[in-house]
Each structure stands twice: as C-alpha cells, then as structure tokens.
C-alpha cells in the first residue's frame, strides 16, 4: 500500500547536510500493523511523514497505492492525506480554543461539517471513553484524554492508514497502555493499517511487523505471529485509486 524505493532524505541546515534516511526500500502492506524502532534521531520522524506524504523524498521513490506521491502537486497531496490518512503525534496538537468534539472535526471545517460526521465524532468519542468529554477544551482533559481525542480526529474520515509518531511518548505508563489498547481495537474495528513509532510493543493483535532504523537505514524487519485482524469488508474491496479521485 506504501512502498518506498531507494528513499533518501536530507535535510540542510546552516550549509550542512543531515541525511535522515540513507536508501530505505520497503512495502507497508494494507492491513499490517508495523512498529517503528529505533535511537532519537534514526529517522523515524522523517519515515513517518514521507509515508503520510508529509514532505517529500531528496531521493528514491514513496508510492501510495502504487501512485509516485513525488508526482503530486501540494493540493493533491493534501487531499490525499485529508482523504486517506490520519495522523496522530506525540502531543496531540488539539487546538486550545476548540472543544474536544470540534477538534476531532476539524479536518471538516473547510468543506462543512455535515450531520453524519458529527455522529461519527460523537460516536468516536465515545468509543475511546469520552463521552463526559465532549464539550470540554484541551486544557481540561488530561494528556491521556487529550491523546484519545486526537485518535478520534485521526479515525473521522475512515482513513485507510494511521500513522503514529510516539503517541504515548507523553503519557504515563498506564495511560498509555489504555491508549494502544484503544488503537488496537479502532484498527481490529475499522480494518485501519497502522504504522507507529513507539517503544511500547503492548499493542494488542494477531500479528505486528518491527521495523528497526539506525542511522538512517533499516536494521532489521521481523514479524511477528499471525499478520493483522481478520480483513474488513473495506480491506477487501480496496482498490487503487483512480486519477480522478486523486485531484481535488
Ligand atoms: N526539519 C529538519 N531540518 C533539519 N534536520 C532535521 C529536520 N528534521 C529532522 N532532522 C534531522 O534528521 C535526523 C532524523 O530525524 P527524525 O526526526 O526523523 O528522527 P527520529 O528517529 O524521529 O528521532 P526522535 O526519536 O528523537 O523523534 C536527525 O538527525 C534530525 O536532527
Ligand atoms: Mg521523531
């Protein structure tokens, strides 16, 4: 679903070049539940942001769905991400002014927020335990409570990949266990293909992958069990998109 070929990236900074990945080739297949691993500063940010179509490779090739997303100007690449990726980072990035249920519908501002989405947030909300929560601000949830709203915003439009960066990173180590038990299930739910940076490997599951970086490459990539829940209906009847879903 994400391959990288030869990817590269490097960053300059004060004439100085920081090569964040070296030649990373690799397939995230739909469905799989992949980890990232690896010392502050193996790249695993830059991985992360590449496959999410964040940014864009110095070198080599990041394809969703087998589309080159080298080849997609910024609009359509900003769709794509609004269409078919959710993100979550290590501090949920919850706008302050926004209640919980605005925040988790935030992606939907620009277009309008129909009755439905709003059920969707409502639901999702409450899914992740939230239903007390609702209407309160960032400032008023704990970091735990916080971090599953971002979850609920990530999962609004069925995205068909979640890409993590440390989300637990802020949390204690209770609250974020119940956090990857939550993400465990909304993936198990909603047949999600979930990539995370974490060094908490308690996500629960059949199966997972460990995707190790040192330097910029990869180390190793080792499997675990049994791959991924059982496909959803939506896992069986995805399919590459076309051109035109691709534009705006
Ligand atoms: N925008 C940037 N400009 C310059 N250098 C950057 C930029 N982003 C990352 N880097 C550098 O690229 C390398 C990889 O960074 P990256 O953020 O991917 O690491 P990481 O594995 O996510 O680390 P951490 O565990 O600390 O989050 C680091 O050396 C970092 O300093
Ligand atoms: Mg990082």
Avoid: C, W
Avoid at 72 to 83: N, S
Avoid at 96 to 103: G, S
Avoid at 173 to 195: C, D, I, K, P, Y
């Amino acid at each position: 679903m994400i391959s990288f070929h030869e990817v590269h990236k490097n960053y300059s900074i004060f004439d100085r070049d920081v090569h964040a990945l070296r030649g990373v080739t690799t397939d995230i297949a739909r469905g799989d539940l992949t980890f990232i691993l690896g010392v502050s500063g193996s790249g695993k940010s830059t991985l992360l942001h590449l496959a999410g179509a964040l940014d864009r490779p110095t070198a080599g090739r990041v394809e969703f769905d087998g589309r080159d997303l080298t080849t997609l100007d910024p609009i359509e690449r900003a769709h794509l991400r609004r269409k078919r990726i959710g993100f979550v980072f290590q501090s949920g990035n919850l706008l302050p002014q926004l209640t919980a249920l605005d925040n988790v519908l935030i992606a939907r501002i620009p277009s309008g927020i129909s009755s439905s989405d709003r059920q969707r947030a409502r639901d999702l909300l409450k899914r992740v335990g939230l239903e007390d929560r609702i209407h309160h601000r960032p400032r008023q949830l704990s970091g735990g409570e916080a971090q599953r709203v971002a979850f609920a915003r990530a999962f609004l439009g069925q995205p068909e990949v979640v890409l993590a960066d440390e989300p637990t990173g802020e949390l204690d180590t209770e609250s974020g266990q119940q956090l990857m038990t939550m993400l465990g299930e909304l993936r198990a739910e909603e047949g999600t293909t979930v990539v995370i940076v974490t060094h908490d490997l308690s996500l629960p599951g059949p199966g997972h992958r460990i995707l190790s970086l040192s330097d910029g490459k990869i180390l190793s990539d080792e499997r675990i069990g049994e791959n991924g829940p059982t496909p959803s209906p939506k896992i069986a009847t995805a399919r590459p998109l076309s051109s035109e879903e691709f534009q705006t």
